[in-house]
C-alpha cells in the first residue's frame, strides 16, 4: 500500500500536478470529517453504556422485586420508572444513529466532490495530452482503492472510540474511592469509646447539615464482653457499626476512639485484616462450595480447632446441623438457616481475631441450636469481644445492651 502509493504519487506529480495537489489535499480534508465527529462518537458511545448499564440495573431491579411491587400496589409508579429509562435507552440509540447518518453522509459527499474533481481535472489533462487514457484509469482506480483504504481506517478508528468508551465506562464502575486511612498500627483491639457520635447527611449548609441519627450517639465496648446493639428496623444500627470500623467512611460529627487513639490515626486496613471478624446481613452469596469459601478456615486449622470446642461441637457437628452434610455444596443454594450459620462460621474462623462484630448471628437459624448458637457467643464474650446486632430477646438479656433510639 505505502509503495504502491509513493509510486503513483510520483508519476502523477511528474504527469500533472495538479492531479497529485488533488490526492494531496483530499487525505487531510478526508480525515477532517473524522476529527469532527471523533469526541460526539466517543461521548454518545458512552451515554450508550451508561444507559445500557442503568436501563439492565431497573429491569431486573424490577424483576426480582416483582412480588414486592405487585403486593403493595405500585406497579403503575415502578413500571412508569422502568419505561422512562427505557426512553431514555431508545433516545440514546437515535442520537447514536443520526451521529452516524451525518459522518456517512459527509463521507459520501466529500467522496463524490473529490473524485468529481478528479475526474475533471485528470479528463483535462488526457485532452491536453499530458497524461494517457490508460495511465488516467489506472490512477482512477487506485484514488478508488485508496478511498476504501481511508474508509476502512476511518472503521477502525470508530472501533477505537468505542473501546475508549467502554473502557472509561468499566474505569468508573471499578474506580472505588480509596480510604482514608491512617498509620498507626494496633495490635489488638481492648476497647472502643464512641463519643456525641453521629453522621453528617448531605449538606444544607456550613453551619446547619442533616444528621443521620435523631440524637448523638454515644457508648463504650471493653474486651473482653459480650455487647447486644438493638433497636428498631431501619435505625441505623448497621450502619454505626460499619462506620466506627471504617468500613463505611461518612463525614462524622463526634468521636470515635479505639484503645483512646483517633480512630481516623489508626491504620484500620490492616485492624480489620488482622484483628476483626464480620458477619454481615443482605450480602448476595457467591456460587462456590461451602468448602472454597470456608478454605481459609482450612488453611489456618481452625476447622480441626472447632472440632476440640463443646460449644462449637453443639452447633456445627450436631443432630440438627452437621457441617460436613453441606460441605460440597453450593452457597447459593443452601437454605436461609444454612447460610447462616456458614457466614458465622467464616466471621468465627478468624482466630486471632481481637473482636468480632455479628449482624443479627440468630436470625434465621434453626431453633433448635438457637441456644447453642447463644452460648458460643457467650464462651467467646470470656476472651474477645463480641458486639452484636439483635433482636433476639434471649442474646439481649445476656449481653450487655445497647439500645438505639
Known amino acids: 500500500m505505502i509503495v504502491s502509493t509513493i509510486t503513483i504519487s510520483a508519476y502523477v506529480f511528474s504527469a500533472d500536478p495538479k492531479i497529485f495537489i488533488i490526492m494531496i489535499i483530499f487525505l487531510p480534508i478526508y480525515f477532517l470529517i473524522y476529527i469532527v465527529f471523533r469526541p460526539k462518537i466517543y461521548s ?6 451508561n444507559k445500557q448499564n442503568e436501563y439492565y440495573t431497573t429491569r431486573n431491579d424490577f424483576i426480582g422485586r416483582y412480588i414486592e411491587i405487585k403486593g403493595s400496589g405500585n406497579f403503575s409508579s415502578e413500571k412508569k420508572r422502568l419505561r422512562t429509562v427505557e426512553d431514555g435507552l431508545l433516545k440514546t440509540f437515535v442520537k447514536s444513529f443520526w451521529v452516524r447518518y451525518w459522518m456517512s453522509t459527509s463521507q459520501i459527499v466529500m467522496q463524490l466532490v473529490f473524485q468529481a474533481v478528479f475526474f475533471i481535472v485528470g479528463g483535462l489533462a488526457v485532452l491536453r495530452g499530458n497524461i494517457t487514457i490508460g495511465f488516467f484509469s489506472i490512477v482512477l482506480q487506485y484514488f478508488g482503492q485508496l478511498l476504501n483504504s481511508v474508509d476502512q481506517i476511518f472503521g477502525i478508528a470508530i472501533g477505537t472510540e468505542k473501546y475508549h468508551a467502554s473502557l472509561t465506562r468499566m474505569k468508573r464502575v471499578f474506580d472505588i474511592a480509596p480510604d482514608e486511612n491512617g498509620d498507626r ?11 456525641n457520635f453521629n453522621i453528617q447527611m448531605f449538606p444544607e449548609g456550613k453551619k446547619n447539615s442533616k ?25 441505623g444500627k448497621s450502619t454505626f457499626v460499619r462506620t466506627i470500623t471504617r468500613i463505611y467512611q461518612p463525614k462524622l460529627r463526634g468521636s470515635v476512639l479505639i484503645n483512646r487513639l483517633d480512630v481516623n490515626k489508626i491504620d484500620m486496613n490492616a485492624l480489620r485484616q488482622k484483628e476483626m471478624g464480620f458477619l454481615f446481613q443482605d450480602v448476595p452469596a457467591p456460587h462456590i462450595t461451602v468448602r472454597e469459601y470456608l478454605s481459609a478456615l482450612e488453611i489456618n486449622g481452625f476447622l480441626n480447632d472447632i472440632q476440640k470446642s463443646r460449644s462449637f461441637l453443639n452447633v456445627y457437628f450436631s443432630d440438627v446441623f452437621n457441617l460436613a452434610d453441606i460441605y460440597e455444596k453450593k452457597v447459593d443454594v443452601l437454605s436461609s438457616g444454612e447460610l447462616q450459620l456458614v457466614r458465622l462460621l467464616a466471621a468465627l474462623g478468624k482466630k486471632d481475631a481481637s473482636m468480632y462484630i455479628l449482624d443479627e448471628p440468630t436470625a434465621n437459624i434453626y431453633p433448635q441450636i438457637r441456644s447453642a448458637v447463644i452460648c458460643l457467643l457467650q464462651e467467646l464474650g470470656k476472651s474477645k469481644l463480641i458486639i452484636t446486632i439483635s433482636h433476639d430477646e434471649h442474646l439481649i438479656g445476656l449481653g450487655k445492651s445497647i439500645v438505639m433510639e
Open 185 to 195: 498500627p494496633i495490635s489488638s483491639v481492648k476497647t472502643i469509646d464512641i463519643s
Open 44 to 49: 454518545i458511545n458512552l451515554t450508550m453504556k
Open 211 to 235: 444528621m443521620f441519627y435523631s440524637q448523638d450517639l454515644s457508648c463504650s465496648f471493653e474486651n473482653p464482653g459480650l455487647y447486644v446493639i438493638s433497636g428498631d428496623n431501619g435505625i
